[in-house]
């Protein structure tokens, strides 16, 4: 549920700004509309938003067909067609079936045709595997599949060989497997691969389709089918569903089943059919007119000049050099942008100049995937399209410039091959905002701590985690050379200047692996391993990360008496750089403190919010062990003397530093064994366990010591502690630990850990214990204060966290 509530929370974050420059939820001010333009205040703008494609709303025989339907039969028909139906519903669907070829049912909406069609049509025993791209409408109606145990799965948008490993994987334990996708998707316009499909449905026999193709009707395909039954006429093991908005301009959805008995069955007792109120008289006559005139020579006139129109723009776009996402025939027009803000900008612009697209930011697309939407139809002249790309060609280079970016990364961000003419970067006095707001800033960028300046970076950040300039020292010996590539990270140290010399900024990143379910609740988790068993890949992404896997804190040095936005805006585009050199999908920054104006500074990057696991703080500075208790709560204190104090000196605790003993390879092999142990349970924090190498050097380092703990009973050590020592008494950090479970429980072991760090570092002088994320509920009867604190995100392709909200919504994911 955490997951979900930062997704909402993240649309409402990038959809309230926008709403506030008047670029999303207008209200049209027209008294009449002419389909070409809107007004908006108190003016006459292009419009770029309608889907009706073909400029049918506005046809007299359409209008003309509503107006005889509200004569005929009144505005409404308020009768559940269970009981009863309006005449005009049996000449519509009898007519759908010519256009389609198929027997066809209307249902009320399109959403509401998924609603009705998908719990009949798939079974419990069967297996669904969803698009990461379908529209969120068939997404939504998956989850009445996931009550009644049917498994659903997500695979990479349009990846048919990806596709078929899974119909391989899924087929021995499943009679039937159905791919779920969209004939035209509806934000980059591009277009599910019909033949492929087709020649999939030929080899696995157990495979069905569910498309959903309301962005392709009446546009293209005999009689305007559509794009999917215009390349696959009929098949038995394929179901359409479709709009009669949109280009058929009328209002309602239809499914096309080719089986009798499921329609019947559909028809019959689904939801919608039975529960959900008719269409009325008038968009039932809307429809049975467009229906005749998808039937008449005039579909095919409308198709093609629509389809000159197309053409004319993609070649307009090529022209300019603009990054058109998909160069198909779809009147789905997207021009990537990347970073939010700048899509926020260039629309501001377009609106300016008397041009109102549609913004698609995140969620409807990935975060650094921003763009405007371009719905082209008949309305617009050719003079629009070209004033709607001249315009464009004319702002989107200045607006990246402003915020550090250019074509050419955009063109690199879709993975798309540049344009010919790509435009050149606006020159120094187009982008003076640029020089003013970073003017000055210099940014240092170190492959090593051994070049940092060591007293400055500990008075930054030295007195926040494991991370002083001793710290890092230790991280970057421990994790190279290792066998797992997890555990071979790459530094990267930034601090950010004034001509003075004044630090304004500092940080440092990690190239490394993460598990996308690091923050996942520990069921998916659990899931996710259950998986990676098979799949060691399964989830697994290349990340750049601020901080480390082996760090917890403050990261991030601000001084926000300063300019700390554009020192910030200066380290987020070099790691952005470092991010696509070393092939990371994934940029996070981890483990900040809540600000709302760091927030919106983050957001307005394209970083999407996560809430991590609260960070456990004890201050420290009491007197003795009454003064300790004293200040602890009731139930604490309760909890000491009742599960704590019974077990006071069961175990002997060695303590071991880089001047005490050496323990031999086999002592800390067994060190490791009791690490993998709690390792293995660690699910509320997901990551890849640590590389035996940490072991060999955490005693070659004076910041670290190892509190071991030993039974008189036990040849061996049965748990222990490693902790850093931060320096000048500034903060004691418990790292790690490993436990030998047979004593956690009949003799508190895991207690008795807590107590010992917690009464060494009070009594060696430090100022904080910093227990870091997880165990929450113990450490807070120590005396620990819980501190929220954010992850960011900023991802170039949302499939693995597309993956994960899948999975949080099987019915067995505990909350």
């Not at 809307?286 to 229906?291: I, L, R």
């Not at 040849?715 to 502690?721: E, R, S, T």
Request: proline share 5%; aromatic share 8%; hydrophobic share 40%.
């Amino acid at each position: 549920m955490r997951q979900i509530r930062d997704i909402v929370d993240t649309m409402d974050q990038m959809y309230t700004p926008a709403a506030r420059r008047g670029l999303m939820y207008r209200t049209a001010e027209d008294e009449t509309f002419n389909g070409r333009t809107v007004r908006l205040d108190g003016r006459d703008v292009l419009h770029f938003g309608s889907c009706s494609y073909l400029g049918l709303e506005l046809h007299p025989a359409l209008m003309a067909g509503a107006v005889d339907a509200i004569r005929r039969y009144g505005t409404q028909f308020s009768a559940s067609r269970i009981a009863t139906s309006s005449p005009l519903y049996g000449e519509l669907e009898s007519l759908l079936g010519e256009v389609f070829g198929v027997p066809t049912l209307v249902a009320p909406t399109t959403s509401l045709a998924h609603v009705a069609a998908l719990p009949l049509l798939v079974d419990a025993g069967d297996a669904v595997i969803l698009d990461q791209q379908v529209h969120t409408s068939v997404t939504v109606a998956t989850n009445h599949l996931l009550v009644q145990g049917t498994t659903v799965e997500v695979v990479r948008h349009n990846r048919m060989d990806l596709l078929e490993a899974r119909i391989k994987a899924l087929l021995p334990r499943h009679r039937r497997i159905w791919y779920l996708a969209d004939g035209v998707y509806s934000m980059f316009g591009d277009l599910a691969p019909m033949e492929e499909l087709a020649a999939l449905l030929d080899a696995y026999p157990c495979l069905h389709l569910y498309v959903d193709d309301a962005h392709g009707m009446s546009w293209t395909g005999r009689n305007g089918r559509g794009h999917v039954l215009g390349c696959l006429p009929f098949h038995e093991r394929l179901v359409t569903a479709t709009s009669l908005n949109k280009a058929f301009a009328a209002g309602g959805g239809a499914l096309i089943i080719p089986d009798p008995e499921l329609r019947r069955r559909v028809r019959t007792v689904g939801s919608s059919f039975t529960f959900s109120g008719p269409l009325q008289p008038p968009n039932l006559g809307a429809a049975v007119a467009s229906a005749r005139l998808h039937l008449s020579p005039e579909i095919g006139d409308l198709q093609a000049r629509l389809q000159h129109a197309i053409a004319t723009w993609n070649s307009l776009c090529r022209e300019h050099g603009l990054p058109l996402v998909s160069r198909s025939n779809v009147p789905v027009r997207f021009i990537g942008m990347g970073k939010p803000q700048v899509a926020y900008a260039v629309a501001e612009r377009l609106m300016a100049d008397g041009i109102f697209p549609t913004l698609s930011v995140f969620p409807a697309v990935p975060m650094k995937r921003g763009g405007l939407r371009f719905a082209l139809n008949l309305h617009q002249t050719e003079a629009d399209l070209r004033q709607a790309v001249e315009a464009l060609a004319h702002h989107l280079p200045r607006e990246l410039a402003r915020e550090g970016s250019s074509l050419e990364e955009v063109f690199q961000e879709f993975e798309l091959e540049p344009a010919c003419g790509v435009l050149a970067a606006p020159s120094l006095a187009d982008t003076s905002t640029v020089v003013v707001e970073t003017r000055g800033l210099s940014v240092d960028h170190h492959s090593s701590c051994s070049a940092l300046d060591a007293d400055e970076w500990d008075r930054l950040l030295g007195a926040n985690g494991t991370y002083n300039a001793a710290g890092l020292a230790f991280l970057e010996a421990a994790f190279r050379d290792n066998p797992e590539r997890e555990n071979n990270w790459r530094f990267h140290y930034f601090i950010v200047r004034e001509p003075s010399g004044r630090p304004i900024l500092a940080t440092f990143f990690t190239e490394t692996w993460v598990k996308d379910d690091m923050v996942a609740p520990a069921s998916v988790s659990r899931e996710v391993e259950r998986r990676r068993a098979v799949e060691p890949d399964y989830l697994v992404s290349r990340a750049l990360m601020m901080g480390s896997m082996f760090s917890e804190g403050q990261h991030l040095y601000l001084d926000w008496s300063r300019d700390w936005r554009g020192a910030l805006a200066l380290v987020l585009d070099e790691a952005s750089a470092i991010q696509r050199r070393c092939g990371a999908t994934t940029l996070v920054l981890r483990d900040l403190a809540a600000d709302e104006e760091l927030d919106a500074a983050l957001t307005d990057h394209g970083f999407a919010r996560v809430r991590m696991l609260d960070s456990l703080v004890l201050p420290l500075g009491w007197a003795d062990e009454p003064a300790y208790l004293a200040g602890l709560s009731k139930s604490a204190r309760r909890h000491q003397r009742l599960k704590v104090h019974p077990f006071n000196g069961v175990y002997d605790v060695e303590v071991l530093d880089a001047t005490s003993r050496r323990p031999d390879a086999a002592e800390l092999d067994h060190y490791y064994r009791l690490y993998r142990a709690v390792a293995s349970k660690g699910l509320e924090f997901n990551t890849f366990p640590l590389p035996r190498r940490l072991f060999d050097e955490l005693l070659r380092h004076p910041s670290w010591e190892i509190l071991v703990f030993r039974l008189n009973s036990e040849p061996l050590p049965v748990g222990f502690g490693a902790c850093f020592r931060g320096a000048a008494g500034a903060q004691y950090v418990p790292m790690l630990c490993g436990l030998d479970y047979r004593y956690v429980e009949p003799l508190g072991l895991y207690r008795q850990m807590l107590r010992h760090a917690v009464q060494r570092s009070n009594a060696e002088g430090f100022g904080v214990t910093y227990f870091g994320v997880g165990a929450a509920h113990e450490k807070t009867r120590y005396g620990s204060e819980a501190r929220a604190q954010q992850m960011y995100i900023l991802s170039t392709n949302d499939y693995n966290q597309e993956v994960l909200a899948q999975l949080l919504k099987q019915p067995d994911m505990e909350r």
